[in-house]
């Protein structure tokens, strides 16, 4: 199982959760304002740097991931919104 990290322009948070329900992810947890600095520059959503980013998190089966990572990229590569994923290995406790 892996955890996947993706953050986006808060206006898109919405179409990104249709995408995921589309591509079969069944659960995600949403973070949605986060603030922060990167390669678009400040994103504090105040009137000095105003924008959000927007965090979902997923957990998906490691086998799956790397073709929901593909068609994440060419879904915000579509729609020219950038997305920044990251994953890491986990271990779920029941």
């Known amino acids: 199982m892996e955890m996947l990290m993706m953050i986006v322009d808060s206006s898109v ?3 990104l959760e249709i995408f995921l ?12 304002e986060v603030h922060g600095v990167g390669s678009t520059g400040p994103r504090m959503g105040s009137v000095a740097y105003p924008g959000t980013s927007s965090m979902i998190l997923a957990m998906v089966e490691g086998e799956l991931l790397p073709a929901l990572c593909v ?3 060419e879904y915000c ?4 919104e ?4 990251a994953h890491w290995p986990i271990t779920v406790l029941n």
């Open 71 to 73: 068609r994440l990229e």
């Open 82 to 85: 950038r997305i920044h994923l």
């Open 21 to 32: 329900v589309k591509e079969g992810v069944e659960a995600y947890t949403e973070i949605p």
């Open 77 to 80: 590569a579509g729609c020219r």
């Open 13 to 15: 948070r919405e179409e």
